[in-house]
């Protein structure tokens, strides 16, 4: 090879690692302006996520109301509460006969009331006397009732109650007569709130079906006010 020959291929060697070098740096120009326009838009974007946070926050407190203490809520008063007595009627000791023997269990029968016409009564049965008793209050509880009573403390009139086989004929009584009553139908009358009443039990002798007869003729009773209504007339002219 001549001279002239080395030196043309050492010139297209230099040639081409300038066009090579040349590539190079675009590349990373075109790289380092990518990355550049990159920043620049996300901290475009977090400037306007920042914008409208702070244009969100205004419009809120804005619109907020301001705040004004409380003045101090009284509740208003109920009145007292009316207590409620309780008697026990009935303490009975029951079996089951089942295939593995006999299970014994105690039946209780209570009757509750305020002495101001509310009373109520409750039948339950537990493996333990206080579990009964605990059972039969709470159902008691459940099933008071308001009876009608006159100023004097006695009835409107004459009634009968009956539940099943039990039957209660109560009359009313004048002022100082007192409670004539025994057993169960006594426990009902005076803590539903009679003073003075008679009564006689014309049917079984089983406490819960007197209990029951007995509430069955408290709920009887009529006033003047319920004859009237039921008659369509003033109540005047009931006793002319």
Same mark, same amino acid.
């Given at each position: 090879?001549?001279?002239?020959?080395?030196?043309?291929?050492?010139?297209?060697?230099?040639?081409?690692?300038?066009?090579?070098?040349?590539?190079?740096?675009?590349?990373?120009?075109?790289?380092?302006?990518?990355?550049?326009?990159?920043?620049?838009?996300?901290?475009?974007?977090?400037?306007?996520?920042?914008?409208?946070?702070?244009?969100?926050?205004?419009?809120?407190?804005?619109?907020?109301?301001?705040?004004?203490?409380?003045?101090?809520?009284?509740?208003?008063?109920?009145?007292?509460?009316?207590?409620?007595?309780?008697?026990?009627?009935?303490?009975?000791?029951?079996?089951?006969?089942?295939?593995?023997?006999?299970?014994?269990?105690?039946?209780?029968?209570?009757?509750?009331?305020?002495?101001?016409?509310?009373?109520?009564?409750?039948?339950?049965?537990?493996?333990?006397?206080?579990?009964?008793?605990?059972?039969? #209050?709470?159902? =008691?509880?459940?099933?008071? /009732?308001?009876? @009608?009573?006159?100023?004097?403390? &006695?009835?409107?009139?004459? *009634?009968?109650?009956?539940?099943?086989?039990?039957?209660?004929?109560?009359?009313?009584?004048?002022?100082?007569?007192?409670?004539?009553?025994?057993?169960?139908?006594?426990?009902? #009358?005076?803590? =539903?709130?009679?003073?003075? /009443?008679?009564? @006689?039990?014309?049917?079984?002798? &089983?406490?819960?079906?007197? *209990?029951?007869?007995?509430?069955?003729?408290?709920?009887?009773?009529?006033?003047?006010?319920?004859?009237?209504?039921?008659?369509?007339?003033?109540?005047?002219?009931?006793?002319?």
């Amino acid at each position: 090879m001549s001279l002239e020959d080395t030196k043309n291929k050492d010139v297209k060697t230099n040639n081409s690692q300038e066009q090579k070098q040349h590539v190079l740096n675009e590349k990373k120009n075109f790289s380092n302006n990518q990355r550049k326009e990159g920043f620049n838009k996300s901290a475009n974007k977090t400037d306007h996520h920042a914008k409208t946070n702070a244009d969100n926050k205004d419009e809120a407190n804005k619109t907020k109301k301001e705040f004004k203490p409380r003045s101090k809520f009284k509740r208003p008063s109920r009145g007292p509460v009316n207590e409620l007595s309780e008697k026990v009627i009935e303490i009975k000791r029951i079996s089951k006969t089942t295939k593995g023997g006999r299970r014994l269990r105690f039946s209780a029968l209570v009757v509750i009331g305020d002495k101001k016409g509310t009373v109520g009564y409750g039948l339950a049965k537990a493996n333990e006397v206080p579990d009964a008793l605990k059972k039969a #209050i709470k159902k =008691a509880n459940s099933n008071l /009732i308001k009876v @009608k009573m006159t100023r004097a403390g &006695s009835l409107y009139h004459e *009634v009968t109650g009956h539940s099943s086989s039990g039957e209660v004929l109560l009359k009313p009584a004048p002022e100082g007569t007192g409670i004539i009553a025994g057993g169960p139908i006594r426990a009902v #009358i005076e803590l =539903a709130g009679y003073s003075d /009443i008679y009564s @006689k039990n014309k049917g079984t002798n &089983s406490s819960i079906n007197m *209990v029951r007869a007995t509430i069955n003729g408290l709920l009887m009773q009529k006033t003047v006010k319920d004859v009237a209504e039921a008659r369509d007339i003033p109540v005047n002219k009931l006793f002319r």
